[in-house]
């Protein structure tokens, strides 16, 4: 039995079957990388988690704890995905009919919610040593290296993170990735306040606490801005729009084009536009033009789905009479 997607975005509309398949692999191929990539970051967060919290205790280091919370933040943000990246792959159905792509635009959302909420409390716990001075205490050499293995860790899980996600075109994996690359920015600051508390200066800890939360905030307010703009129907980027342009374009058969729309669903585009075709081919070939414009466009790009509209020009007859 066909599939609800394959009826609805299938040979019925123009789209041949071969094309179908491939997206369909494509998609399953995104969704197999993805989901292996973030476990790897779940085993990493957890480990991570477990180390930071009991040196942070154990050490006495108020950076180290922050830390520590960010990386459960990490963990919790990595269930998030999983859950997304399982939502958004159901098929259209009668209440979301151009498919459940925008799940994974919602997770963004929640991430960046997510990242301001941890990135606050960092800092209204740091502030608050801060206002009582004297109960800095000098911390541990422990609480130092651990800070430095979870640097490493971290820039070595951001790297391998961010190479899948490009690979696969995900904007939702490229925020979860950069989200390691902020805990390992983080671990450096709190390496460094650490250090700082070592060689005397103990109000450093509470310092890179502080440094630490406002970089988890302004993550946090970044990612969740730019999911919101999303789902507010953000056009593509000029790039994509260009390049989507010139292969609607390159199609036998189509003049011109105008009222080139488009809107994000989720790292996908829906594209709207008015084709330009010679008026005196029949409705037949017209419509034949348009077909293989759309299965251009969705075979080259990123696309989901081309609305078009088949304006007729006479450039033939207007040259006759010139």
Do not use: C
Not at 117 to 129: D, E
Not at 219 to 238: H, K, P, Q, V, Y
């Amino acid at each position: 039995m066909e599939s609800e997607s394959k009826k609805r975005f299938g040979s019925g509309t123009g789209l041949p079957d071969d094309t179908t398949e491939a997206t369909a692999a494509e998609a399953d191929a995104r969704h197999r990388a993805g989901r292996r990539s973030t476990l790897v970051s779940v085993a990493v967060n957890i480990g991570l988690t477990a180390a930071q919290g009991v040196a942070g205790v154990v050490a006495g280091s108020q950076a180290l704890l922050a830390d520590a919370a960010h990386s459960l933040s990490d963990l919790l943000s990595d269930f998030v995905v999983l859950l997304a990246a399982r939502q958004s792959r159901k098929d259209p159905d009668a209440d979301h009919q151009y498919g459940h792509l925008r799940f994974e635009t919602a997770a963004s959302l929640a991430l960046g919610g997510l990242l301001l909420a941890v990135g606050a409390g960092m800092l209204w716990a740091a502030v608050g040593k801060l206002q009582h001075p004297g109960g800095a205490q000098p911390v541990q050499a422990l609480a130092l290296w651990v800070a430095l293995a979870t640097l490493v860790s971290k820039e070595l899980l951001f790297r391998y993170m961010l190479a899948v996600a490009r690979r696969v075109r995900s904007g939702m994996l490229v925020a979860n990735a950069w989200h390691a690359r902020s805990d390992a920015a983080s671990s450096l600051v709190v390496a460094l306040g650490i250090g700082g508390n070592l060689l005397g200066y103990h109000l450093l800890d509470p310092v890179a606490a502080i440094v630490v939360g406002l970089m988890v905030a302004r993550m946090g307010l970044r990612f969740g801005w730019d999911a919101l703009s999303d789902l507010m129907d953000r056009a593509a980027d000029e790039e994509t729009v260009a390049a989507i342009e010139a292969t609607l374009l390159g199609t036998p058969g189509v003049q011109g084009l105008h009222d080139l729309r488009t809107r994000k669903m989720g790292d996908q585009v829906l594209v709207d536009v008015h084709l330009e075709i010679d008026g005196f081919l029949t409705v037949a070939q017209g419509h034949a033009i348009a077909v293989e414009a759309r299965r251009r466009a969705l075979a080259h790009h990123h696309v989901l789905n081309v609305m078009t509209h088949v304006d007729p020009v006479y450039v033939a007859s207007t040259a006759a009479a010139g």
